[in-house]
């Protein structure tokens, strides 16, 4: 006998429901609470090894298998939608599993009442395994937690931006907000002065322009350096954001400093003891050789070919032992200062005939500089020369060194330009480590370096000092 549309309809909206609960791996149940009884519609406990606690005292069987650190908020959560205070019941929790371990589960259910208050008490619900998500949520927060202990106890600055520059993650305050308030502020927004606002964003335009990491250095109102590495980060081929720590390289710096600084003493005593020592020494001996090369030519012609020639050799001793304790110390004041070591610097390059160095020293410039600052602008003359000569194809080159205020007597500026090929702009996003020495070298004495093209063709290089070191100024 056919059962008639009526229960076909019923019996597909079953298969119906058996499949799409099945598909979504869930654990349909409905409770007989005013009898404590369940009744499971598939097989998901035994599936997930569950105890589904069927028969008798379904709920003194099933809590007592809940967690007991999630016992007591699941309980509350189905009190408050028994006496009608939630729309549904739905828990989290962990639920002892047959072979002992523990498996997290989300359980959501709602109540069902009859007409008559005599009429069972029914709760129709689901489970859902959520264990795997809930220990990756975990792993993921005690991961995060880590971090930000991590960012809080770092003795730096780090942040997190967006594509468009808003701050997403700061770890300490920035110049007096709170890593709270600075979220949702673009990083602008923090700064007070306008020109270095400017220069901060920037940087931040290039750092998403090139796609690469980049450094960049400032000098804070009460005198400290600071450095900033940014870096962009992706997300499907695309930038979408920058991370980046800043660091006080004040301290460092000062470290470097005074290790520079022994160095450069050290380099000046053995100049010196090379000059007044080994020099001397040698010139006495030359002196008696001489004396020798007369008596010979008295008592012993024979002798004197091979005196003389122990005489040349002697000579060249002492003229190569004064190179060399000249160039130990370069710009000693004792030699004339840095004006005068230029000159001859620019004097002593070789050239072939189709290459001209000229040096050009404003009268004092230079004359009042620290030795440190001094050796160190010589060094960032000798290098850029020596970039010019060898990779700029240049055919004349000039070197000048003159006072930023006229009378000051400290504060100078050191300009090398070529008339060369000059730099292209990838050569200047890619520094080599000439150029990098030459920049930290500024960055130690506190000066600007400046590096861009010469017009009308070539290469400038600037380096503007204060002449007392006191604070590096921000490269443009």
Same mark, same amino acid.
């Given at each position: 006998?056919?059962?008639?549309?009526?229960?076909?309809?019923?019996?597909?909206?079953?298969?119906?429901?058996?499949?799409?609960?099945?598909?979504? $791996?869930?654990?349909?149940?409905?409770?007989?609470?005013?009898?404590?009884?369940?009744?499971?519609?598939?097989?998901?406990?035994?599936?997930?090894?569950?105890?589904?606690?069927?028969?008798?005292?379904?709920?003194?069987?099933?809590?007592?298998?809940?967690?007991?650190?999630?016992?007591?908020?699941?309980?509350? $959560?189905?009190?408050?939608?028994?006496?009608?205070?939630?729309?549904?019941?739905?828990?989290?929790? !962990?639920?002892?599993?047959?072979?002992?371990?523990?498996?997290?589960?989300?359980?959501?259910?709602?109540?069902?009442?009859?007409?008559?208050?005599?009429?069972?008490?029914?709760?129709?619900?689901?489970?859902?395994?959520?264990?795997?998500?809930?220990?990756?949520?975990?792993?993921?927060?005690?991961?995060?937690?880590?971090?930000?202990?991590?960012?809080?106890?770092?003795?730096?600055?780090?942040?997190?931006?967006?594509?468009?520059?808003?701050?997403?993650?700061?770890?300490?305050?920035?110049?007096?907000?709170?890593?709270?308030?600075?979220?949702?502020?673009?990083?602008?927004?923090?700064?007070?002065?306008?020109?270095?606002?400017?220069?901060?964003?920037?940087?931040?335009?290039?750092?998403?322009?090139?796609?690469?990491?980049?450094?960049?250095?400032?000098?804070?109102?009460?005198?400290?350096?600071?450095?900033?590495?940014? #870096?962009?980060?992706?997300?499907?081929?695309?930038?979408?954001?920058?991370?980046?720590?800043?660091?006080?390289?004040?301290?460092?710096?000062?470290?470097?400093?005074?290790?520079?600084?022994?160095? #450069?003493?050290?380099?000046?005593?053995?100049?010196?003891?090379?000059?007044?020592?080994?020099?001397?020494?040698?010139?006495?001996?030359?002196?008696?050789?001489?004396?020798?090369?007369?008596?010979?030519?008295?008592?012993?012609?024979?002798?004197?070919?091979?005196?003389? $020639?122990?005489?040349?050799?002697?000579?060249?001793?002492?003229?190569?032992?004064? $190179?060399?304790? !000249?160039?130990?110390?370069?710009?000693?004041?004792?030699?004339?200062?840095?004006?005068?070591?230029?000159?001859?610097?620019?004097?002593?390059?070789?050239?072939?005939?189709?290459?001209?160095?000229?040096?050009?020293?404003?009268?004092?410039?230079?004359?009042?500089?620290?030795?440190?600052?001094?050796?160190?602008?010589?060094?960032?003359?000798?290098?850029?020369?020596?970039?010019?000569?060898?990779?700029?194809?240049?055919?004349?080159?000039?070197?000048?060194?003159?006072?930023?205020?006229?009378?000051?007597?400290?504060?100078?500026?050191?300009?090398?330009?070529?008339?060369?090929?000059?730099?292209?702009?990838?050569?200047?996003?890619?520094?080599?480590?000439?150029?990098?020495?030459?920049?930290?070298?500024?960055?130690?004495?506190?000066?600007?370096?400046?590096?861009?093209?010469?017009?009308?063709?070539?290469?400038?290089?600037?380096?503007?000092?204060?002449?007392?070191?006191?604070?590096?100024?921000?490269?443009?």
């Amino acid at each position: 006998m056919d059962p008639g549309p009526a229960a076909h309809s019923r019996q597909d909206d079953q298969t119906l429901l058996d499949a799409t609960v099945w598909a979504a $791996e869930l654990g349909a149940y409905a409770w007989d609470v005013t009898n404590d009884r369940v009744h499971w519609l598939n097989d998901w406990c035994q599936r997930h090894d569950i105890d589904p606690c069927d028969g008798e005292q379904h709920a003194v069987r099933w809590r007592a298998r809940v967690h007991a650190d999630d016992r007591a908020a699941a309980l509350a $959560e189905f009190e408050a939608h028994y006496a009608g205070q939630r729309d549904c019941f739905e828990s989290t929790y !962990r639920v002892q599993t047959l072979h002992g371990g523990w498996r997290w589960i989300r359980n959501r259910a709602y109540i069902v009442r009859g007409p008559s208050p005599d009429d069972p008490v029914r709760l129709l619900g689901v489970c859902h395994d959520v264990n795997e998500r809930r220990l990756l949520e975990s792993q993921l927060e005690r991961s995060r937690g880590n971090l930000e202990a991590l960012a809080a106890a770092a003795p730096i600055w780090m942040m997190l931006l967006d594509a468009d520059g808003i701050i997403e993650f700061a770890n300490r305050p920035i110049l007096g907000v709170s890593p709270a308030a600075l979220i949702g502020r673009p990083i602008c927004s923090v700064i007070a002065d306008p020109s270095e606002a400017a220069a901060v964003e920037a940087f931040r335009a290039t750092v998403i322009r090139t796609r690469k990491p980049q450094m960049y250095t400032t000098v804070l109102r009460d005198g400290r350096s600071i450095g900033t590495w940014a #870096t962009p980060t992706f997300q499907d081929g695309r930038i979408s954001g920058i991370a980046s720590v800043s660091v006080d390289l004040s301290e460092r710096r000062t470290r470097e400093r005074d290790l520079l600084e022994a160095v #450069t003493r050290e380099q000046r005593r053995f100049g010196h003891d090379l000059h007044d020592g080994l020099g001397q020494e040698l010139t006495g001996i030359a002196l008696l050789v001489k004396t020798l090369v007369k008596r010979a030519e008295r008592e012993s012609p024979a002798l004197c070919e091979g005196l003389i $020639e122990v005489l040349d050799y002697v000579t060249g001793a002492i003229a190569t032992s004064r $190179e060399v304790a !000249r160039g130990a110390s370069p710009v000693g004041r004792e030699h004339g200062g840095l004006g005068r070591a230029l000159v001859e610097l620019a004097g002593r390059w070789p050239t072939d005939g189709e290459l001209s160095v000229a040096c050009r020293v404003h009268p004092r410039a230079g004359e009042l500089l620290e030795p440190l600052i001094a050796e160190n602008l010589y060094r960032i003359a000798q290098e850029a020369l020596s970039n010019a000569v060898r990779h700029s194809g240049a055919h004349r080159v000039k070197i000048t060194l003159e006072d930023t205020v006229e009378g000051a007597g400290s504060g100078v500026r050191l300009i090398v330009e070529d008339d060369g090929r000059g730099m292209r702009a990838s050569e200047m996003l890619a520094e080599g480590l000439g150029l990098k020495i030459m920049r930290a070298r500024a960055e130690l004495i506190g000066a600007v370096l400046r590096v861009g093209a010469r017009s009308p063709a070539g290469t400038r290089v600037e380096c503007l000092c204060d002449g007392r070191g006191a604070g590096a100024v921000r490269d443009r």
